[in-house]
């Protein structure tokens, strides 16, 4: 059993800034991919950015705007977004895998709107 600890989510401006953080219960080595996914009223729930294999993948409606970072020391993943629009307003869970096993956070409100 992995457990993930999310925070860092909240209410930002179009255009502003912040920063997701997971914490795993398991080391890094343990873990095959780890990483953010996004759901929207509404909508299926989708990747946003990970680590997988050694490298690491992002939703292209991301890229250049969103980081994916990693603490090996902290078993910590972050997510630095930035620029953000309406349209990345979401509640945004942390994913591992682990051989076969998914694993969820709670998942964290993102809200971007003036």
């Known amino acids: 059993q992995v457990q993930l600890v999310e925070s860092g989510g909240g209410l930002v401006q179009p255009g502003g800034s912040l920063r997701l953080s997971c914490a795993a219960s398991a080391s890094f080595s343990s873990i095959n991919a780890m990483g953010w996914y996004r759901q929207s009223p509404g909508k299926q729930r989708e990747l946003v950015a990970t680590?997988?294999?050694?490298?690491?993948k992002y939703a292209d409606s991301v890229k250049g705007r969103f980081t994916i970072s990693r603490d090996s020391a902290k078993n910590t993943v972050y997510l630095q977004m930035n620029s953000l629009k309406p349209e990345d307003t979401a509640v945004y869970y942390c994913?591992?895998?682990?051989?076969?096993?998914?694993?969820w956070g709670q998942g964290t409100q993102v809200t971007v709107s003036s």
């Open positions: 994913n591992a895998l682990v051989i076969t096993s998914m694993y």
């Open positions: 680590f997988i294999g050694g490298t690491t």
